[in-house]
């Protein structure tokens, strides 16, 4: 089993700024593609941005020229740097990580428990 745990959501006003932080945990285990999703109230969850084993990066259009994922992956852990934050831009946000434990032959989705980003006036 792999856990994630994130840190550093909170309350900005509009064009602020604010930098998430994910960290993996567990017995043995390999990541593969880790990133960010959002879910806003009454909507789906969707991709904000990720990357992958081999550091290829991806945005949501939304997004892009705004945030910047990085990834340590020494330290399994992901951030998220959010600038020029909008009100849109508000939901609780989701860690999530493709891994595989030792022994397992392929990779499961973990999701962490998720943290509150409002961006308000």
């Known amino acids: 089993q792999v856990q994630l745990a994130e840190s550093g959501g909170g309350w900005v006003q509009p064009g602020g700024s604010l930098r998430l932080s994910c960290v993996a945990s567990?017995?043995?285990?390999?990541?593969?593609?880790m990133g960010w999703y959002r879910q806003a109230p009454g909507k789906s969850r969707e991709s904000v941005a990720g990357?992958?084993?081999?550091?290829?990066?991806y945005y949501a259009d939304a997004v892009k020229g705004r945030f910047t994922i990085v990834r340590d992956s020494a330290k399994k852990t992901v951030f998220l740097q959010m600038n020029s934050l909008k009100p849109e831009d508000t939901g609780v946000y989701y860690c999530?990580?493709?891994?595989?434990?030792?022994?397992?032959?392929?990779?499961?989705?973990?999701w962490g428990r998720g943290t509150q980003v409002t961006v308000s006036s």
């Open positions: 999530n990580a493709q891994a595989r434990t030792y022994g397992e032959v392929a990779s499961t989705g973990y």
């Open positions: 567990g017995s043995r285990f390999v990541i593969y593609d």
């Open positions: 990357t992958t084993k081999v550091n290829t990066t």
